[in-house]
């Protein structure tokens, strides 16, 4: 709908994103930092998100299938891009044509794109997350036998802890490396750049500490917040001492109050864990969330705020390492369920 203004918004800091992107590639021991923009930018706008990087002088772009591949081959001038689910069948026509690369992952990705006379790709080895790439004990020479593979990548599994996983998966990508010959390397996701440059090899590939997620112990205080969705208020009204709020009654009113209805609810991200643990902010002031979320719904207790009216924006508490606590959800959780009934801004 051509100039409609939605009651929602995400109020996104590019400033935060680029100092984010700068202190990881400063950590992480590598010559290059790329960055992973799937599920549409971690739920921001792939395409911002490309654009800034792409400015701020990043080269190296990751999405997880040709979906995604396809709404961003405009902006692929002048870097590498990488789709890492690698290629079907289905696949193969797109990917034949697109300036991005597959991410192959599987003995059939492998014969699949050989048969076809597929050119420049990536290669993803398995070292012990028993997901997506080629078991690191296959005869990887003979499988990587003419292939043209600009990347080689494999995926730690718990490096936000401390875990002997780690240094196993460290040791043997090594042992790969020694054994497949590729253009670069690449292993360290976000909490992989946190553990020192022994991680990083060529590139590293972070992801959520790029949007303001804190992936590792260390980052936390070098990391800047990204996202804060904000929403309109659609009535302010008064409860009674006594009245409950919301669906099944969860919240019953111990004081005459004043609460506010704001425009956002589980279907736009905000999940029903947030209910009566969420918060709204004004100007600083915590404004409780009251009952259930519901769909499309929020009650805030506005009491401490009689200036707020109808139409007026409050900004949803959303520091993603205190809203993860606070929620029972993940960080990626939080930002990858963001919905599409936002206006994204950049500021």
Same mark, same amino acid.
């Given at each position: 709908m051509t100039g409609y203004i939605a009651? #929602?918004? $995400?109020? $996104?800091?590019?400033?935060?994103? #680029? *100092?984010?992107?700068?202190? $990881?590639?400063?950590? =992480?021991?590598?010559?290059?930092?790329?960055?992973?923009?799937?599920?549409?930018?971690? =739920? #921001?706008?792939?395409? =911002?998100?490309?654009? #800034? $990087?792409?400015?701020?002088?990043?080269?190296?772009?990751?999405? *997880?299938?040709?979906?995604e591949a396809a709404a961003l081959e405009a902006q692929m001038d002048g870097v590498n891009f990488a789709v890492l689910h690698g290629?079907?069948?289905?696949?193969m026509a797109q990917a034949l044509a697109s300036r991005a690369r597959p991410v192959l992952c599987t003995p059939g990705q492998v014969a699949?794109?050989?048969?076809?006379?597929?050119?420049?790709?990536?290669?993803?080895?398995d070292t012990g997350m028993n997901r997506l790439g080629l078991d690191w004990r296959a005869d990887l020479g003979e499988l990587a036998a003419g292939l043209e593979i600009v990347t080689l990548l494999s995926h730690l599994a718990s490096a936000d802890e401390d875990s002997e996983l780690n240094p196993m998966q460290l040791a043997r990508f090594r042992q790969v490396r020694a054994v497949v010959s590729a253009q670069r390397y690449s292993l360290a996701n976000s909490a992989g750049i946190c553990m020192g440059p022994d991680y990083g090899f060529d590139l590293t590939r972070p992801g959520i500490a790029l949007y303001g997620g804190v992936p590792h112990r260390d980052a936390a205080g070098h990391l800047r917040q990204v996202v804060q969705p904000q929403a309109q208020i659609l009535q302010r009204r008064s409860v009674i001492a006594g009245d409950t709020i919301g669906y099944n009654a969860t919240h019953r009113a111990e004081r005459d109050m004043e609460i506010a209805i704001l425009n956002i609810g589980y279907a736009d991200g905000y999940l029903r864990g947030f209910s009566g643990r969420g918060t709204a902010l004004v100007d600083g002031v915590r404004l409780p969330v009251l009952g259930r979320v519901s769909m499309d719904l929020l009650a805030v207790d506005v009491g401490a705020r009689p200036d707020v009216a109808e139409s007026d924006w409050l900004t949803i508490d959303y520091a993603l390492p205190a809203a993860a606590q606070a929620s029972g959800l993940s960080q990626y959780e939080l930002l990858t369920g963001l919905g599409k009934r936002f206006d994204r801004v950049w500021a």
């Open positions: 009651p #929602l918004r $995400l109020r $996104l800091d590019g400033d935060a994103l #680029l *100092s984010n992107w700068r202190w $990881l590639a400063r950590q =992480g021991g590598a010559p290059a930092c790329g960055a992973a923009i799937k599920a549409d930018g971690y =739920g #921001l706008g792939a395409a =911002g998100v490309m654009q #800034l $990087l792409k400015q701020a002088g990043c080269r190296d772009f990751f999405v *997880s299938n040709w979906g290629v079907r069948d289905e696949d699949r794109w050989k048969a076809a006379g597929g050119g420049a790709c990536d290669l993803m080895i």
